[in-house]
Structure formats: C-alpha cells, structure tokens
Nanobody, 126 residues
Framework: QVLLVESGGGSVQSGNSLRLSCAVSGSKYRNFCMGWTRQAPGKEREAVAAIDYGGATAYADSVRGRFSISQDDAKNTLYLEMNDLKPEDTAMYFC????????????????????WGQGTQVTVSS
C-alpha cells in the first residue's frame, strides 16, 4: 500500500503563504501520479493541483498563479506551495496518489486517485 503523511497546515492571515508537504512511501515515488484536493464545509471536493508521471502540472482556475505543486524524488516528498492565500482557500487539504498514466489535466478533471493522506486543515483569516 501507498502511505501518505502530510504536514504544513495551519492558520494564517490573507496574503500570507504556506507550504504543504506529503511524504510518500510504500512504492517507487516516480511510478505514481499525485495531486492535492481540498474540501470546505458546504462545498464539493475540488482538485486544486496535479502532477503526472512526466512531471507536467495542472491547476484549478481558483488557484492558478498562486499555488505550485512540485516533487522531490530524493526525499520522496510532494509539495504544495500556496501563496497569496485568501479566505476562500480555507479548507481541509488532502494529498492523493494514483497509479494511472494520464496527463496532468486529466488527473485534475477526473481525480483518478486511490490513496489519500489524513488531511491537513488550512484556515485563512481576512
């Protein structure tokens, strides 16, 4: 099984930044597509960023230009750099992994992930 361990959530003011980390173990990191999803109270789950096997990335319109997904193969870690945070970014954020070889844009749209982390709360105050 793939194990995902998240860290980096917290409470910040609007305009500040946070970096979420997701440590991956259980299989070869390079063999998995990965992404970040979020869910706020009263809202449907939203995929905000994805990275495919080849390293291409895709972002939801709501975070494009502010968030950046990246991976460090040496550390087996996935990151989500979140800049210029806004109150509407407040949500529970989940690291996710899958074994498909779809392009990043398809990962974002269809969310074909079968493993998730425990979730990390991000709260942004105005």
């Amino acid at each position: 099984q793939v194990l995902l361990v998240e860290s980096g959530g917290g409470s910040v003011q609007s305009g500040n930044s946070l970096r979420l980390s997701c440590a991956v173990s259980g299989s070869k990191y390079r063999n998995f597509c990965m992404g970040w999803t979020r869910q706020a109270p009263g809202k449907e789950r939203e995929a905000v960023a994805a990275i495919d096997y080849g390293g291409a990335t895709a972002y939801a319109d709501s975070v494009r230009g502010r968030f950046s997904i990246s991976q460090d193969d040496a550390k087996n870690t996935l990151y989500l750099e979140m800049n210029d945070l806004k109150p509407e970014d407040t949500a529970m954020y989940f690291c996710a992994a899958g074994d498909t070889q779809w392009p990043a844009s398809w990962l974002l749209l269809h969310q074909p992930f079968n493993s998730w982390g425990q979730g990390t709360q991000v709260t942004v105050s105005s």
